[in-house]
């Protein structure tokens, strides 16, 4: 199974830019990094996804270091329907998803 | 279309009982995946089918455990003679192949066992 390593938790303010790290240091070339989130009682939800460069959509940017061993979730202003846990997945060729057991980020108002 | 459909919502089952999940994935996705979920933990994958072939299963799909997808649409999720071990939520997602396209999950089957 493809490893990510994720904070346990993390706290933001409201309105405040919020850094989700993640390692991945056994990365594959073919490998692309995906963000789910998932909110209580609900099933997880795209958040963006990229294979090398950095990567910007309406909810949040990607930023991938340059040895793809790292990546990093980026919030901009963080609102309260954006406490969930967040996860960070490589999709591995066969095409499976593979989850640990995220980041629990609380948004402080 | 309405995104991926799970049914029921959620099921109380005795021990011993046997019980389906129905899982209606979004309708031009070739890749249906089920995932299981307890408490406090991430999803773990089961098996996942691209059309109606299913290219994997995980270990921890039992014998106990069996996975249909008739005609590459929808896919059901067996349960034969539950344990209490296997109440969890129950999640399908669906795809296009490759790994650039992301997934869409379900609201997923709360399963209980009594």
């Known amino acids: 199974d493809a490893k990510t390593t994720q904070p346990n938790s993390m706290e933001s303010n409201e309105e405040e830019p919020v850094h989700l790290p993640c390692n991945h240091s056994?990365?594959?070339?073919?490998?692309?990094i995906h963000w789910y989130r998932q909110l209580p009682s609900q099933g997880p939800e795209y958040v963006i996804h990229?294979?090398?460069s950095n990567v910007n959509n309406r909810m949040a940017s990607l930023a991938i270091a340059e040895d793809r061993k790292s990546s990093t979730l980026i919030l901009h202003r963080a609102t309260l329907r954006d406490a969930a846990v967040y996860y960070c997945?490589?999709?591995?060729?066969?095409?499976?998803?593979?989850f640990g057991t995220g980041t629990s980020l609380t948004v402080i108002p | 279309d309405t995104g991926v459909s799970q049914n029921p919502r959620h099921k109380i089952t005795k021990r011993g009982q046997n019980v389906t999940f129905r899982c209606d994935p979004i309708s031009e996705h070739n890749r249906l995946y089920w995932y299981r979920q307890t408490l406090g933990q991430g999803p773990e994958f089961l098996t996942y089918f691209q059309n109606e072939a299913q290219l994997e299963k995980s270990r921890l799909l039992s014998d106990r455990f069996s996975a249909e997808r008739p005609k590459g649409s929808f896919s059901t999720l067996e349960i034969q003679r539950t344990e209490q071990g296997d109440s969890a939520m129950y999640l399908c997602?669906?795809?296009?192949?490759?790994?650039?396209?992301?997934?869409?999950f379900g609201q997923g089957t709360r399963l209980t066992v009594v």
């Open positions: 997602a669906s795809s296009l192949s490759g790994g650039r396209t992301e997934a869409f």
């Open positions: 997945i490589l999709r591995v060729p066969g095409n499976q998803f593979y």
């Open positions: 990229g294979l090398t």
């Open positions: 056994t990365i594959s070339g073919t490998d692309y």
